[in-house]
Structures are given as structure tokens and as C-alpha cells.
């Protein structure tokens, strides 16, 4: 439902899967987009309405399930997909194979302003945050508030993105505050003003999960994000596998707290002035840079969550610690744009980054099209943006 056509957590889902001999069958916002050129998808579908309506998102993945038969697994790619699966198991379940956390759950967890709320009843460290709604709470983070501070919508899949407007930004001084104040009532989504927590080396961690009924089928690896686009509030473009007990104890404590079944994406901040790790956000999907945790057995989250939901034994194997994974497109960004001065830790450059890469978002030596598809799209982007 994601309609950046640029999502490579997409692409690494149906190459992962489609490695296997897995028919991989895709519901694409853009399917004349990168993704969808990949020789790894069996089948490309639209969505037959406007997909944030529920109607549709039924009526679309029930006719799916019909054309390909034998209840094929269901996996979310995007924060509204893994609600509207949670909300719609009873009906989903019928024509496909579906992890089923509590049916309210995983908006509970995107949710910027309730996930504050369950990590303050579940003693997970997380940024003071406070919602802005009334003249009163704004005229109270501005006498209050030290700058620079976290801006996050709460429900970001509600909100249009565009023309500077991130899900999460940076506000560094009161005339950026004052500029984010006058766009949010045109917003359908609640803001928070979260505490900042400076970035230094090695604090941007981040895990990623599948955990099943059985707790024997589970898979976790956490990983350090190396550099993002936009810098200190933005998507991982440079990340290394690492081990990280601590992270690991806390996401494990919170879903074993929740009964959390199915895949997540967590991100942490630790800062050094206490010693904690800080959960930023709980994503209830698959995480864009999944294929960085790819271990000695080959075994993913993707995998992993395969091959439990369609009752395969599944082996992992030891940790590959050490991997990295480079998305090619947005760390050339982010080294690009003008005016970006890292705020963490000094890494290689682009070249020499892309080089040593153990896997690359984009480029495979067996599935070329989308890495050309992925150059013409942005090219493309380019020119729109320069009109």
C-alpha cells in the first residue's frame, strides 16, 4: 500500500523468496515501478480501489487469493497493511496463511502517541513525548522545550507526505517549529514533539524479528545503523549486523509482554548520558533492510516467517555478524544534498562503501531490471522535482 516506488524492503521480500523457487505474487502501488520488474515476481496486482478504504483492501487481496489458490502466505510490507490484517484476520484467513497478533495491536504499535504509552506501563525507555493540539500545549513546548527537537505525526500512514513533510523530522530552531505548526491542522493524524536524543558513534541501533506461535520458529538480529537519509531521522542506507544483547532482552521482554506474534521492525537511540537504549519506534512489519540479517543457513525474517506460516521446518543458522547492507540510491542522496552535515559517526565513503557491501539494495548480479528500473524511476523523480 506503500506508494513509494522506491521501497526496497519490496524488492528484498521477493527476491528472498523468489530465490527459493517461491511463486511470488505482489499487490504494487507503482507496478510499473522498480519492484516490479524484478524476475523473481510471479504475478503483479493493483489495488482495486483506493486502498486505505477497507472495502478494497478485502475485496482486493480475496480476488488474489481466488486466481492463486491453496491459501499462499500473507505478509505486510507497510504499517497499514499489517493493521488491516490484524483488523481483518477472521476474514483473511480463508484464503490465506496469516500471522494473527491481537486484532488491535499493530495500530497500537504504529501509533507514535500509544506506543509512548505501553513502553511508560512496560518500563521499555522511550523519548519524553508530548502530543501538540491546543495553542496551549504549543505555547508550552516553546517556553520549555530545549531545541533541537524529534516532530513525528502518530499515524503517519495518514498523513501526505510531500514538499518537505517527513513522517519524522529534525527542528532545530523556532522558525522551523513555527513553519511545522502552520502545517499541522491541514493533517489527519495527531503531532508529537519528542525529546531529542543527540546521535554519537554507534548509537542508531535497530532489530528486526519474526516471532511465531512457537517460540522454537523465532528469528532476531540487531544491527547498527550506520548512516540514514535524512541524517539522525531517517532510513537506514549504511547498516551492520551486531550483536546486542541488551536490544535483544528488551524486544523480547515487549513481546513477550504483548503476545506479539508475526514480523517487527524496531529502532533504538542510546544515549550514552544514562547508559539506555531508547525504543523510537515499533513497526509491525517487515523492516526495509531485512536482508542485512541473512545467516550462515541463509535464513531471513522473510524466510523464517515463511516457512513457519506454511508449516516448512525452518533451520537457522549463526549469526553473520558483521554484514553490511548499503541502499545504494538514498546513501548517494544523502551524500548529495546540500546542507546535510552528519551528526554520527565518521564511516567509508559511498564508493568504497558500495564496494564492500556484503549485499546491495538494489544491484544483484541475477536480477538486474529493478537496479535500471531503480535509475530510470529516479531520473525521472528528478526532472518532475525540477519543474
Known amino acids: 500500500m506503500d506508494s513509494n516506488p522506491f521501497h526496497h524492503g519490496t524488492l528484498a521480500a521477493i527476491r ?6 517461491v511463486d511470488v505474487h505482489a499487490v504494487i502501488a507503482e507496478p510499473y515501478g522498480p519492484a516490479a520488474r524484478s524476475n523473481y515476481l ?6 482495486l480501489d483506493a486502498p486505505t478504504r477497507a472495502e478494497s483492501f478485502l475485496s482486493t487481496l480475496n480476488a488474489i487469493a481466488d486466481q492463486i489458490g491453496g491459501r499462499p502466505v500473507l505478509l505486510p510490507m507497510d504499517d497499514i497493511t499489517a493493521i488491516y490484517m490484524a ?38 525507555p522511550h523519548p519524553e513525548t508530548r502530543v501538540v493540539e491546543t495553542p496551549a500545549d504549543w505555547l508550552h513546548v516553546e517556553r520549555t522545550y530545549e531545541f533541537p527537537l524529534v ?24 522558525a522551523d517549529l513555527q513553519a511545522l505548526k502552520a502545517l499541522a491542522p491541514r493533517q489527519d493524524s495527531e503531532l508529537l514533539l519528542q525529546q531529542y536524543i543527540a546521535p554519537a558513534p554507534g548509537t542508531d541501533w535497530f532489530l528486526h524479528g519474526y516471532f511465531g506461535r512457537d517460540s522454537s520458529r523465532d528469528f532476531v538480529g540487531t544491527g547498527r545503523k550506520e548512516r540514514s537519509h535524512p541524517p539522525a531521522a531517517g532510513i537506514t542506507t549504511l547498516g ?8 535483544a532482552h528488551m524486544g523480547r521482554k515487549l513481546v513477550d509482554a504483548l503476545q506479539f506474534t508475526g514480523i517487527l521492525d524496531l529502532d533504538f537511540r542510546y544515549n550514552p548520558r544514562d547508559g539506555r537504549y531508547y525504543l523510537l519506534d515499533f513497526n509491525p512489519r517487515v523492516g526495509a533492510q531485512f536482508r542485512l540479517f541473512d545467516d550462515t543457513n541463509q535464513i531471513d525474517v522473510i524466510r523464517a516467517a515463511y516457512f513457519d506460516l506454511a508449516g516448512h521446518p525452518c533451520h537457522p543458522g549463526a549469526p553473520s555478524y558483521g554484514r553490511t ?6 546513501d548517494l542522496l544523502r551524500k548529495l544534498v546540500r546542507g546535510q552535515k552528519p551528526r554520527g559517526p565518521r564511516t567509508p565513503g559511498w564508493f568504497t562503501s558500495v564496494r564492500r557491501a556484503d549485499e546491495l539494495a538494489w544491484y544483484a548480479s541475477d536480477d538486474h531490471e529493478p537496479f535500471f528500473g531503480m535509475i530510470k524511476q529516479s531520473f525521472l523523480h528528478a526532472l518532475k522535482q525540477r519543474r
Open 240 to 247: 551492520r549486523w551486531l550483536p546486542n544483547q541488551k536490544l
Open 151 to 174: 516532530a513525528k505525526w502518530a499515524q503517519p500512514w495518514r498523513v501526505t507526505f510531500g514538499n518537505g513533510l517527513r513522517s519524522t523530522s529534525v527542528i532545530d530552531t523556532p
Open 16 to 21: 528472498s523468496l523468489g530465490r527459493l523457487g
Open 87 to 124: 483488523e481483518h484476520a477472521g476474514v483473511l484467513t480463508s484464503g490465506f496463511r496469516l500471522s494473527e497478533p491481537a486484532a488491535t495491536l499493530p495500530e497500537q504499535l504504529a501509533n507514535k502517541r500509544t506506543l509512548a504509552a505501553i513502553c511508560n506501563e512496560f518500563d521499555i
Open 325 to 330: 547492507y548499503v541502499v545504494e540510491n538514498y
Open 42 to 47: 510471479a504475478s503483479c496486482h493493483s489495488w
